[in-house]
């Protein structure tokens, strides 16, 4: 009995140190190694971009905000609690459309509409997945939403012009950029904070394409690829 002990001791210290340098290996391996997004948005994480870029706009209670993709609605408030602008929040999801609605209840300057604007009036399957509820991505429960044609919104609205416009969509963005560009609308909004997603078809291309386009009404005042940018009306 004695030698068995002798013999397994060993071989279970060796074991344990065998698992333990497997975990450090691994550690080791996702440390050497990060997906594109997780690679992209350090830099905005390091400049602290949710709390700067995306809030600090020339904007006071006379302002237009338009956020397209509320979830939550916690951007519109905190752009609210700054500049106590009026506010249009888009969310075509019915129950994150809810909690918005009862988040702002009594806020008469938050608006909150349960459909997405989009390039035409359609009922669409999406994929409800939080903050990841997409068009294009697969995952999530699907849910039937609505959208509506941008351009109709804003003109049955009387809207003339929109001081910042926040496009945080999944995807939808190309098609919603590329339809207020055509309409010639796009040069009445002021800022455009735009999210641009990588996992559409020719996304990169797209991306580049109504970059050229926003150039010649807008210029850039931040940008990090694939996370999140604004255009300025010139």
Known sequence: MRDVAILTYPAKLLSKALER???VLLNFS???Y???QEKRVLPWIKDRGDKTFRLNYDLDENSLVFDLGGYEGQWASDIFSRYCCTIHVFEPVSEFADKIKARFAGNKKVLVHQFGLANENRAVLLSVNKTSSSLYKQGGELKEV???KAVDFIQENHIQKIDLMKIN???AEYDLLEHLIDAGLIGNINNIQVQ???FVANAEQRMTML???LAKTHHLTY???FVWENWRVK
């Open 146 to 148: 609505r959208l509506v």
């Open 34 to 36: 990060k997906p594109p």
């Open 30 to 32: 996702k440390q050497l």
């Open 211 to 213: 970059q050229n386009k």
């Open 196 to 198: 641009f997603h990588d």
């Open 169 to 171: 969509i999944e995807g």
């Open 21 to 23: 340098l497997g975990k």
């Open 223 to 225: 940008q990090y690829p």
